[in-house]
């Protein structure tokens, strides 16, 4: 190996390639041990006809766990991520504007808050660190201080998304309590619904009573945003994807097939989500991912592992999991998905001592590239803010290429839609009519060399935890360009983490509408709570990771020129949604249309896409003039 400088980037890196792990048909991956890097330049991994370099960690933001929300409830939980108002600066920074989602709010015991689902919003500056030192600092306080490369720039604030309720016929906020079986028929669907709610007034309280609260019940995750300020989120109820409009009201939603949905007993929806339903989705295991190409034209729905009935008991077998994809062009909820798929996740030994695997890497975020290609946030549930003292063993995001191989699209099997509908021949192995989605990791969060340059530190389970140590959730990732004219296929990966709002000087709202404290460590061993720093408050912060990547992609796009014949063009390209060259076709028998190398061609959505002739809209594709439709 050799050490390999990149002009424009302030860093030489140590250039390595390494196919670190690759899924495809015919098995899972299966990690008994901490799955570790320790190298500190470069990571390519191929998939298809997409590689990815990985370049590393680039920079680290933080958020005072005790930090405010506008609303007077503690900040946290980065369950959906989107940058906004994104810009170079021209001086090697950038900025922007994080919109984070986070989920129900923090719960204990019997207690619950009735906490709003909201987009919180927070202007920051980012300036890449690309050196190979270690970025400073001896104390706790030092290092925390060091991490400055994402810089908060405004207060937090936020919106609260409302709905019209047809129950008390206002213009209402929602809320996060745990609806049990509790239901109402809103948006033309029914969901989950809470009219009251009996139990603990705060943490602290030694008594329940019962709250009048008659609200749309959502655990939020996973967010998208769209230019208009409209967007979609997911939730882990339902499973449903809710949609809103630019003032952010919740005008829409997508129910999924009766397979995803709770059931218990069988035949009645439960959305409760403390208990394992009889079949559909698991309790706290809906749709952490959701995702909007590119073109705004599909949109990516995957549940958080495996329903009920595709697994059993044992955690380890809850590894096949679902992607539903929705045509969402001309009609914002559409009834029916377009395609469906399985997604066999990795697996893991909680402990990681080498034993036989006994959990899912559950994933918790997917980034759309574009029609066909994902990113996946799959991780275990091991780290700071976890109580058990096993190690981080493995937290990555894979590459999925939905055009790779040749994966099943069961769309249209009524059976495995169903309620109850199988997926599995047995616990966690995939009937063998279907071929799940090929995947290959592009990035693995636990290189310990990178995060030991910023002074994260590995959680090996035995050892005292502090603000630094590495957190157990990480739930919010966003894609931007670097927008640098010397790498124009870089792209920054900011991820975030889930803290659960877990602060010893906590508030939220109460189920009264009252602001009540909290203590998020309480019933912690000591080992587990870190120690106060810069703040009289144990606290698990917000954290943020950057990563640079360089995205290369030669597409390949079949184009059906009438029934029965297909012209097959190869395309080269690199940046998304920028203009490809022809290298090669075949002939597809149509004189009205003449290809030739070198043909300007932008792909704009799937199965559309610009190119130089006046030739005519054939059967299953449109072509459009280069000047336009």
């Keep these: 190996m050799k050490c390999v400088c990149f002009p424009g980037r302030s860093r030489c890196a140590l250039a390595t390639l390494l196919l670190l792990l690759v899924f495809t048909a015919g098995g899972y991956a299966q990690f008994t041990t901490p799955h570790l890097l320790n190298i500190p330049g470069d990571v390519t991994n191929t998939l298809g006809d997409t590689t990815i370099i990985n370049h590393g960690l680039v920079g680290v933001g933080n958020i005072s766990a005790s930090a ?230 599909r949109l990516f729905a995957l549940l958080q592992s495996s329903t009920v009935q595709d697994a059993d008991s044992n955690s380890e077998n809850r590894r096949q999991t679902r992607l539903l994809i929705y045509d969402v062009s001309s009609n914002a909820t559409p009834a029916s998905p377009i395609a469906e798929y399985a997604l066999t996740l990795p697996t893991y030994r909680t402990s990681g001592n080498g034993n036989s695997v006994n959990s899912t890497c559950a994933q918790s975020e997917i980034v759309a590239l574009d029609y066909h290609r994902l990113l996946v946030l799959s991780r275990d549930g091991n780290g700071l803010g976890n109580s058990s003292p096993n190690p981080n063993v493995f937290k990555s995001i894979l590459l999925v290429d939905i055009d790779a191989g040749t994966p099943t699209n069961f769309v249209g099997d009524n059976s495995r839609n169903a309620e109850a509908g199988k997926i599995t021949s047995s616990a966690g192995v995939l009937d063998p009519a279907i071929t799940p989605l090929s995947w290959v990791e592009a990035i693995n969060l636990l290189n310990t060399n990178q995060l030991a340059k910023f002074n994260i530190q590995y959680d090996n389970g035995t050892s005292q935890v502090t603000k630094l140590t590495m957190g157990e959730k990480w739930e919010g990732a966003a894609l931007v360009p670097a927008n640098d004219t010397n790498y124009p296929n870089d792209y920054f990966l900011f991820v975030g983490n889930d803290n659960d709002f877990m602060t010893s000087g906590g508030h939220i709202h109460g189920p009264d509408g009252s602001i009540v404290n909290y203590n998020g460590f309480s019933g912690y061993s000591a080992s587990r709570i870190p120690a106060p720093v810069n703040s009289a408050n144990n606290e698990n912060d917000s954290r943020i990771l950057v990563f640079r990547l360089t995205i290369s992609t030669v597409l390949r796009l079949k184009i059906a020129a009438y029934p029965g014949a297909q012209a097959a063009i190869t395309m080269s390209g690199g940046t998304i949604g920028q203009a490809y060259s022809i290298l090669s076709t075949t002939n597809i028998g149509d004189p009205l249309l003449s290809w030739a190398p070198e043909v300007s061609v932008t792909q704009s959505v799937p199965g559309m896409i610009w190119v130089d002739t006046n030739s005519a809209i054939f059967s299953g594709q449109k072509f459009y003039n280069a000047t336009g439709p």
């Design 68 to 297: 405010l929300d506008g609303f007077g409830d503690t900040f946290g939980s980065i369950s959906g991520l989107q940058i906004t108002g994104w810009t170079n600066n021209g001086d090697g920074s950038y900025s922007g504007i994080f919109n984070i989602l986070p989920d129900r709010g923090y719960n204990q015991g019997s207690f619950s808050s009735d906490y709003a689902t909201r987009i919180n919003q927070i202007g920051f500056t980012f300036t890449p660190y690309g050196g190979t030192t270690n970025i400073g600092g001896t104390t706790v306080a030092e290092q925390l201080a060091a991490l400055n490369q994402v810089v908060f720039t405004t207060p937090i604030s936020g919106v609260k998304l409302t709905y019209s309720d047809p129950i008390t016929l206002t213009t209402s906020f929602t809320t996060g309590i745990d609806p049990g079986t509790n239901q109402a028929t809103l948006l033309g669907q029914t969901l989950p619904y809470v009219r009251s709610y009996t139990g603990l007034r705060s943490p602290s309280s030694s008594s329940s009573s019962t709250y009048t609260i008659n609200k749309l019940t959502i655990d939020s995750e996973a967010l998208v945003l769209k230019p208009d300020g409209s967007g979609y989120f997911g939730d882990e109820y339902g499973p449903n994807i809710y949609c809103f409009d630019s003032a952010r009201k919740i005008v829409g939603v997508i129910v999924p097939p009766p397979a995803f949905q709770p059931h218990s007993p069988v035949n009645v929806l439960n959305f409760n989500a403390d208990n394992t339903p009889a079949n559909g989705r698991r309790n706290n295991q809906g749709f952490e991912g959701v995702a909007l190409s590119p073109d705004g034209v």
